[in-house]
């Protein structure tokens, strides 16, 4: 099937990234596509590569690059939610890309199954 | 409406301001109209009080975002706008105190036009 | 101790538990999607009709106007955020 | 429909909302602290048992695990993220 | 305790791991126990889950913090820790299935405590 | 009276950051004395001078910038709740400082009232 990925809240505050991260690793390893990963809302904070957790700590930017890079994953964080909360082209991650909200309605007609992760 | 139109949805389940929920699916509606989509936008639980009447944002500079709800139909033309009756009425609110007057469904057909559309996102 | 309740009564539980909490004699005020807890006619006028014997209600005005909300539940006293400090200077204030 | 909860029972109402629109045969699943809705021995327990009637309920086991839940209600099902992903290939989804 | 130490508090009303607040009030209670005040730990609501046995965070690479709850009292001297007996009740749950076991107070002293301190804050 | 007021949700995701700042501005109106804005979890977010809104909303961060320059107020950025979410010191806009958590206990020492805005 080919599933597309919501994301609205951002790294550590809440559990959403962590929890769509596991899903879409679990949905690629069941052999689906993932058509794309939506970054909106607060969920664009994902992106950035200023990202610096403690050593301890999983680092949630990297760990979605990895996923988007080894699997050719199209990432996209919407650039209107970006700009308000201060992610632009300079700080976005490898793997990530900046893109308009139309991409999540284009998205929302191809995906067989959109699935949200939100607070 | 293009040849190829999907049936798509936005479900609006929050209350306006408080978090910023009820906006971004706003600007959803708005993109996924000018797709020429078959959209249908519905209003349900705290959702119910973004189309409030009288909504005055200029003690604080938080953008009132109601006239791009009264714009939905005429401007952006879209038809189908559905309220679930129990969630306006646990709310002490009528229509006629709503900026739009959506079509009042009953809450079992929530999850019937949920299971329609090809996708659809709740805010 | 001041309580301030800014999440939607109708979707948090936070008012209800504050209210577990809340001594007779201590406000309650209602901000951000708080203020939904107070308007007229809704199916919580009754739970807050009833609070109101052992508690000031407040709400603030101006997340009620941002909101359209102008008919609320008899009784509650409307403050705007200057009315708020003043309550917090006379207050120990708890952010549910 | 496969209805997804993440919000704890105990302070959110989005479990009680969703079931306002679930129709009998739609299953329920319990993620992130919505898993606190699946405890045995909890308040919500007897609230859970009425659901199972009409609904099959799910509760994911790495949000188990790591809340060091071990105790459910009798007859939820524990699914993993594979489990997970396998429901949302039978079924459209909705996040409350 | 030094001389001048003040009354503070922490509150914990929020479930660990959906959001960070538990983490953070945590980290919170750790640096003021450095500052020798007359320092108060309070579990209420959801918070109470924060202390629950078995907590295995292997499956996420999510930090398991229990064990900074486990050391309040023995390594960073932290004394007085309550917790609401209701609470704990309505989710099933008794002090043995907790990895510390905090004295049970009921409901009414909750807000008692908040008024003794200087200054507390809830996460 | 000294005020100290802790933020800990990030700008335009939640009203919190919005009332926090209008409640700042009416204790001032009164003649308080706000002794330190602390920003901790997502509230670290508030400080990003990369923050670009759109031109008719509010400009959050030089709303804060121009609170604390005016009226000479310590604001403190949780230096650990920072990195986590790609805030440093070349990001973190005029007015805001980048300091630890023990910057907040003081605060809870100091201050006569510590007012909470969060989720």
Redesign the interface.
């Known amino acids: 099937m080919k599933y597309g990925i919501l994301i609205l809240e951002g790294p550590y505050q809440h559990e959403a990234s962590d929890s769509a991260y596991q899903f879409a690793r679990a949905a690629l390893d069941k052999g689906h596509e993932i058509a794309r990963v939506f970054f909106y809302q607060d969920g664009v904070l994902n992106s950035t590569k200023l990202m610096e957790p403690q050593s301890d700590d999983r680092h949630i930017q990297k760990q979605w690059s990895a996923l988007a890079t080894e699997n050719e994953i199209d990432f996209v964080v919407c650039v209107a939610a970006a700009k308000r909360r201060g992610i632009n082209e300079e700080v976005v991650a490898e793997g990530f890309k900046i893109g308009g909200l139309g991409m999540l309605t284009d998205l929302a007609i191809e995906a067989d199954r959109l699935i949200t992760f939100r607070a | 409406m293009n040849e190829a139109a999907q049936k798509l949805m936005i479900v609006f389940r929050t209350a306006p301001y408080g978090t910023i929920y009820s906006y971004e699916g706003l600007e959803n509606v708005v993109m996924m109209a000018a797709y020429e989509q078959d959209l249908t936008v519905l209003f349900i639980d705290d959702g119910v009080l973004s189309l409030k009447k009288g909504m005055d944002s200029s003690a604080f500079g938080i953008k009132d975002f109601s006239p791009t709800f009264k714009a939905l139909e005429p401007v952006y033309d879209v038809e189908k706008i559905f309220i679930d009756k129990a969630s306006l009425e646990s709310r002490g609110l009528s229509l006629d105190e709503l900026i739009i007057q959506p079509e009042l469904i009953d809450s079992d057909q929530v999850e019937k036009l949920m299971e329609e559309q090809r996708n659809f996102m709740m805010f | 101790?001041l309580h301030l309740i800014?999440?939607?009564p109708?979707?948090?539980?936070?008012f209800e538990?504050c209210l577990?909490?809340?001594?007779s004699g201590?406000p309650i005020l209602f901000?951000?999607?708080g203020v939904?807890g107070a308007?007229?006619?809704?199916?919580l006028?009754g739970r807050i009709k009833e609070i109101m014997g052992d508690h000031d209600v407040y709400v603030l005005k101006?997340?009620l106007?941002?909101?359209?909300?102008?008919r609320i539940v008899d009784g509650v006293k409307e403050v705007?955020?200057?009315g708020?400090?003043?309550l917090?200077?006379e207050h120990?204030?708890?952010?549910?």
Do not use: I, Q
Not at chain 3, 10 to 14: G, L, N, R
Not at chain 3, 20 to 23: D, F, L, N, T
Not at chain 3, 65 to 70: F, S
């Open positions: 101790m800014n999440k939607s109708f979707e948090s539980m936070s538990d577990k909490y809340a001594s201590s901000y951000e999607d939904y308007m007229a006619g809704s199916s006028e101006e997340d106007a941002l909101r359209g909300l102008e705007d955020y200057a708020l400090v003043g917090t200077e120990k204030t708890a952010s549910w």
